[in-house]
């Protein structure tokens, strides 16, 4: 049970980092706004689907927990 308060930390830390990145890397990688993300206007709807901006996040994500699970 002593654990659980270091995780939630962690996780807050995590959350705060990967939000300070989005602000400054937004800057210099437009995320939502490649060339592979797809915006269908209608007359009264439109659907976004952010297919390379997915892509670019999963391959991310992928080899941060490849390298955590490296060190663990």
């Known amino acids: 049970m002593a654990e659980l308060p270091r995780i939630i930390i962690g996780i807050g830390v995590v959350l705060i980092l990967i939000g300070l990145l989005w602000q400054v890397g937004g800057r210099f990688l437009p995320l939502g706004k490649l060339p592979g993300d797809f915006?269908?206007?209608?007359?009264?709807?439109?659907?976004?689907?952010?297919?390379?901006?997915?892509?670019?996040?999963?391959?991310?994500?992928?080899?941060?927990?490849?390298?955590i699970g490296r060190f663990r």
Do not use: A, D, K, Q
Not at 39 to 56: D, H, K, Q
């Open 39 to 67: 915006l269908f206007r209608g007359e009264n709807s439109t659907f976004y689907f952010p297919l390379m901006t997915s892509i670019i996040i999963s391959v991310v994500l992928s080899l941060i927990l490849m390298l």
